[in-house]
Every structure is written in C-alpha cells, then in structure tokens.
C-alpha cells in the first residue's frame, strides 16, 4: 500500500474510521483502561506537533488518525509545545532517509546522491555532501591519509564462472582455501555463487601497507552480494574497508564510475583501476594497472590468445608484480601530498603530484616514432605520444643528434637505421606501454625489435 | 507500539488444495502471506495470533482455467507502528559521521548527527563512536538506545523512522563496555 498516492479529499474519511476503530478497541479491550488515558494526550501532544509545523506539506495519512482523537484537557498542552516549535528556524533537508528528512521528518521531494552502499533508503544533498567533504579532509589531514578508491575485478583478484572453467583448470579445485580461515589464502571456491576467484599475489601485503596511508574503498561493477562477499576475502577483519564497499547497485550512472559517492575531497583521491574508460570524468585521478588474467575464461572475455596463468601453471611474482610496483608509487605520491614544503596541506592535490611522478619515469629520454602512427593523422594528437609525454619523455618528428630512442615496428625504415648507426636504442612500442604500467623505465633490450616477431604485435606480455 | 487486532484479508486459493486439509491450507497461506508484511495502516504485522472466521469461498464468475476461489478471512493480529513522538528502545547497527543507524525489531531507525547533543563528538576507529567530552557516555554499534520518533515511512516490507536523541531522558540505556 503506497503512502505516497493518496491524496487529501481521501484522508479524512478513511481516518475518521481508523480513529474510530482504534477508539473502539481501546475502550473495549479491558486491560488498556490506564493506558486509554495516557493515550489521548499523547496522541494530541503528536498532533500539536502536526499543526504547528507545514500545513502545506502533503500529509501522510498516519498522521490524521492523531488529529481527531485531540481532547478538551490537552488546548493548554497545545499551546505551550506550538511556541516552542515556531521559534526554530526552518529545516534545510540535508539529507533524506526514506524520502523524510533526517532532521525535521517532513516529507520531502528526493534528490540529492544516494548512499545505497552506507544504509539503504539513505541520500544526501550536494551541499551536506560537499560539507561532508569538507570535514573528512580535515580528519584525515589529521592521520596523514588519503582517500585510494579499489577495484575488485582484474585488479585485486580474477574471479571466473564456474562452468567456464577449462579442463587443464580443473587441478585448481583441489587447490582452493577453506572459506572459514581465508587470512593467508588466495584462491576460494564459492560454490553458492558458482564461482572460484582467485586473489593477486602481494594483495594482502599491499592492502596492509596501503591502509596505513589512505583510507580504502572498493568501487566495483559487480553487484552488491558479490561486492561484499569479495571484501570479506579480502577483508576479513573488516579493518580495511568497513562500509566503504560501493558496487554497481550503487551507483549514479549506468556502466561508469564516478567519485559523486566518494566521501572524499577529489584532489586527495587515487584511483586503482584496470579500465580507464570506466571513470570518464576522473582520469586524472586513475592509476591504470595491468590486468590480472587468472582464469582462461578471462583471457577469453578480451580476446587474448595467450595462455592465462592458471593454463601456464604460473603466477605472478610476488615482490616485482604489478602490485608491488603500484605500491611504490601511491608511496611516492603520499610522502610528496605530506611532505613539509611551504604551503599548506589544503592548497595540495594529489591528481597534479600523480603527473609529477609520472614525469620523472622516462626523464631525459628523446623519443622519434618511425611507422608507428599512421601517416594521416598528427603525430601529436596519437595516444601513443601523449602517454610518453605525459612520461616525461619528449617527443620529436624527426631525427637529430639529442635523440635517445627509436620506436618503431619495422626494421627496415630509414629511422631505425640511423638509430643503429648511431647506436641510438631501437624499441617497439611496448616499451612505452610496459614503463607507463610498470612506472619504471624498462631495459630497452627487452624490447627490441626481434623481439616484437617472436611474441606477435597483439600482445603485451611485460617481462617480469 | 503494539496493537492487537482483527483483520480481513480475501484470501484467494486454488482447487488443488481443497479437501480435508482446506482450512490448513488456507491458514498457513494466510500465515506465509500477511506475517512480516508492512502496510501504511497497520505497520508491521508480527504475528497472526488466530482465526475468527472464514467466510464462504466465492467462485469467481465464468470459467478459466486459472480460477482461483476467494475466500474471507477474519484474524487477530499482533501490529507494530511507530509513531511520530513515541520514544522506542533501539539496538544500534551502524556508527558513522553522519549519525548512527539503530534497529527496533522489523524498524530502521536513523539519527542524524544533527539531532545528536552537541556536547557528543564523533571518534572514528576501530569501533567508531560519539562520545561526550569526558567519556562517560559512549553509543557506539551493539550499545541500546532510547530514541523519540520524528518522522515514519513505510514500503512493502519495511518502515524507515527518523529518530532523535537531542531530548531529556534519551540516549543511551546501558553500555555493554560497562556492563562487562
């Protein structure tokens, strides 16, 4: 039965008979003879409370029953409780739970963000959010700590669909942890979701040591129970991530994420996340981290061709893998958020100190692209030149003396062979893909050109 | 608050059940359907504590394949509604900056820091809590509060109240820390 879709002609007298019926049982039910009489005044102390606060507001109908019940005795109480009630001034609705407003408990109109994740039926307008963000900053500039947003999927853990798995995967089955102790473990059967997902080497540490810095979040496009059952394997203790579990029930918009849920001021958040594309509006916040491709199932979701970890019977490497490296930097970006400079902590943002150490990756180099880009468009607009820019390397269209490097996807054109008579390093475009990952320059010997007819140009395989 | 009462439901059944187990049947519909069910009126129904009557089963007219006969039924039941004013003890679920969020049985029932006293800071931690300055008082998750209603709403299966602590007599009634 819908409150909201009644209207006021109809309230009065379906209420007089609720009124009625609850008089009725009262006087005849023997036992509620004392508390008859302390009924009416509360009910008139409840209904004082209606009148004197916004007549205008359309009513729900539980409120009316009170009205009519008001007795003689209770005009004196009437008056008194409507004084005080005028003096305090008018209620902004900062926020609504359940479509009444936190503070005064009048119906409003919803709008505003919803925080599904924190309790359902819970939403805060902007300007309480933004107030919000406000003293979380001050907190956590207290702790010397900032806010990094986590994703779940080929980020932290794999997870595959058990019916996915291939038969050379069936040894993993007798591989998984017990669900009751998951401290220490890394892959889980969860037969009740018909799912085995296997965590990332170096998680727990990295988790460890990340929640020493900055607050955690887990933003996922899985759904709320996968979200939660996901952190719990993570998360055991609950120390890590507490409420702070968004999924994709969660929300604003379809199909993107988006900070608008994150208690957090946005130039003291980080992103960690393997699709750039899922966070439109925040790129400059997005640390974009290589793909974890556990199952076969998952290298089949992008069209890979090469054998995942758990066909090839490998791993990751613990203390070089990808996790390992993304730590160093969320490090180097923390020391330099908190470092002691001249200004002060508010006028910093971590989204221009994370271009920072982007920049001192591939410093110093010169790089000259040879048939890489296609020839009608601007060399400078491809991705391929803004990404090694954004490196810090600088990029030119023709060759000179201060160049250091060649990228290129063929021996034979004129560049490369000036590189090799000059002794310049000849690399194919992976190097600049594996140091944008891995932020590390790589060893150029390890991507050179013979190497690019080994592994085949779709893939990119970074040497561990 | 509680209330006892009677109410009528048309309960509609299906052929396959009648015989000698009809009136089982028909109650243990009732029962699956209506207890734990919420509505504007009423509030929460608890428990159906018996049957007054069953009236005759109406077949409906002309014939489909899917006829389903409706049957009348009279039962008492247990409701739970809270009102705007009413003071409640509620079990506290979820402590956070922006309040706290506390249950009363089927009832969700949020503060808002707002309508918290003044003179209780929020602590963030391991077990986030508002304390008062000089720690006596702590509400904190699994601690029992006395909260006054200000505001109800409620959909199919729940009610959502707006609490506030900011009165005499309110908060909290004992503290589990305490009582250890």
């Not at chain 1, 980080?270 to 594309?277: G, P, R, S, V």
């Not at chain 1, 692209?369 to 490196?391: C, I, M, N, Y």
Request: aromatic share 8%; proline share 3%; charged share 25%.
């Amino acid at each position: 039965m819908s409150v909201a879709s009644d209207s006021s002609p109809v309230h009065s007298s379906s209420s007089d008979d609720l009124a009625a019926f609850l008089e009725t049982e009262l006087d005849s039910d023997s036992d509620s003879d004392s508390s008859s009489e302390s009924f009416p005044i509360e009910a008139a102390e409840v209904a004082v409370v209606d009148v004197s606060s916004n007549h205008r507001l359309k009513r729900q109908k539980l409120e009316h029953p009170e009205d009519e019940t008001e007795n003689v005795a209770s005009v004196t109480f009437s008056e008194e409780i409507s004084e005080a009630s005028s003096s305090k001034s008018p209620c902004e609705h900062p926020g609504t739970f359940g479509n009444m407003c936190f503070v005064c408990g009048q119906k409003v109109e919803v709008t505003g963000v919803s925080f599904g994740y924190i309790h359902k039926g819970f939403k805060l307008q902007q300007d309480e959010v933004t107030r919000l963000r406000d003293i979380d900053m001050k907190a956590l500039q207290s702790q010397r700590k900032l806010c990094l947003v986590l994703d779940l999927d080929h980020t932290l853990l794999n997870t595959t669909v058990l019916r996915d798995l291939r038969p050379e995967e069936e040894y993993l089955k007798s591989h998984t942890h017990s669900l009751q102790d998951v401290s220490g473990g890394d892959i889980f059967m969860l037969e009740f979701m018909h799912m085995m997902t296997k965590l990332r080497p170096f998680v727990h540490s990295f988790l460890k040591e990340a929640s020493k810095m900055f607050v955690l979040y887990i933003y996922t496009m899985g759904d709320r129970p996968y979200a939660r059952q996901m952190a719990k394997l993570l998360d055991p203790k609950g120390e890590y991530f507490g409420e702070r579990i968004i999924s994709r029930d969660d929300g604003t918009v379809k199909h993107q994420k988006s900070l608008d849920v994150v208690l957090g001021q946005e130039k003291a958040v980080l992103i960690l996340d393997d699709t750039e594309n899922a966070w439109p509006g925040h790129r400059d916040n997005l640390i974009v981290i290589e793909r974890y491709h556990f199952f076969a199932s998952s290298c089949k979701q992008f069209d890979h061709r090469f054998q995942s970890l758990s066909q090839l019977k490998s791993d990751e490497s613990e203390p070089e893998g990808v996790l390992s490296a993304v730590l160093k930097v969320l490090k180097q970006t923390h020391s330099l958020f908190f470092q002691d400079g001249g200004e002060d902590l508010s006028s910093r943002d971590v989204r221009s100190l994370l271009k920072q150490v982007r920049k001192e990756i591939l410093e110093g180099c010169k790089v000259v692209f040879s048939r890489v880009f296609p020839t009608k468009t601007q060399a400078e607009d491809h991705p391929l030149w803004r990404v090694a820019e954004g490196l810090g390397a600088t990029c030119a269209t023709e060759v000179d003396a201060s160049v250091t490097h060649v990228v290129a996807m063929d021996v034979g054109t004129e560049k490369v062979r000036w590189a090799i008579r000059e002794k310049k390093f000849v690399v194919h475009r992976g190097w600049i893909d594996a140091a944008n990952y891995l932020w590390k320059k790589q060893p150029e010997e390890k991507f050179g050109l013979e190497q690019l007819k080994k592994q085949g140009a779709d893939d990119l395989t970074v040497e561990k | 608050m509680f209330f006892h009462m009677v109410l009528e439901r048309n309960m509609q059944l299906h052929p396959r059940s009648f015989g000698l187990n009809l009136r089982e049947n028909l109650v243990s519909k009732l029962i699956k359907d209506v207890e734990g069910s919420c509505s504007g009126r009423h509030g929460f129904v608890v428990a159906i504590t018996g049957i007054e009557s069953v009236g005759k089963g109406l077949v409906p007219d002309g014939t489909s394949s899917s006829a389903l006969v409706t049957f009348p039924v009279k039962y008492q039941c247990l409701l739970f509604r809270p009102f705007r004013g009413e003071i409640l003890e509620a079990f506290v679920t979820l402590v956070n900056r922006m309040g706290f969020f506390a249950e009363a049985g089927p009832v969700q029932i949020f503060v808002s820091k707002l309508l918290i006293p003044d003179s209780m800071e929020f602590q963030a931690g391991d077990m986030p809590n508002y304390t008062t300055s000089d720690g006596s008082v702590k509400i904190q998750k699994e601690c029992e509060v006395r909260l006054k209603i200000i505001g109800t709403r409620v959909d199919a299966t729940e009610i959502f109240c707006v609490g506030t602590i900011n009165d005499d007599f309110l908060a909290v009634i004992n503290d589990p820390a305490l009582a250890a």
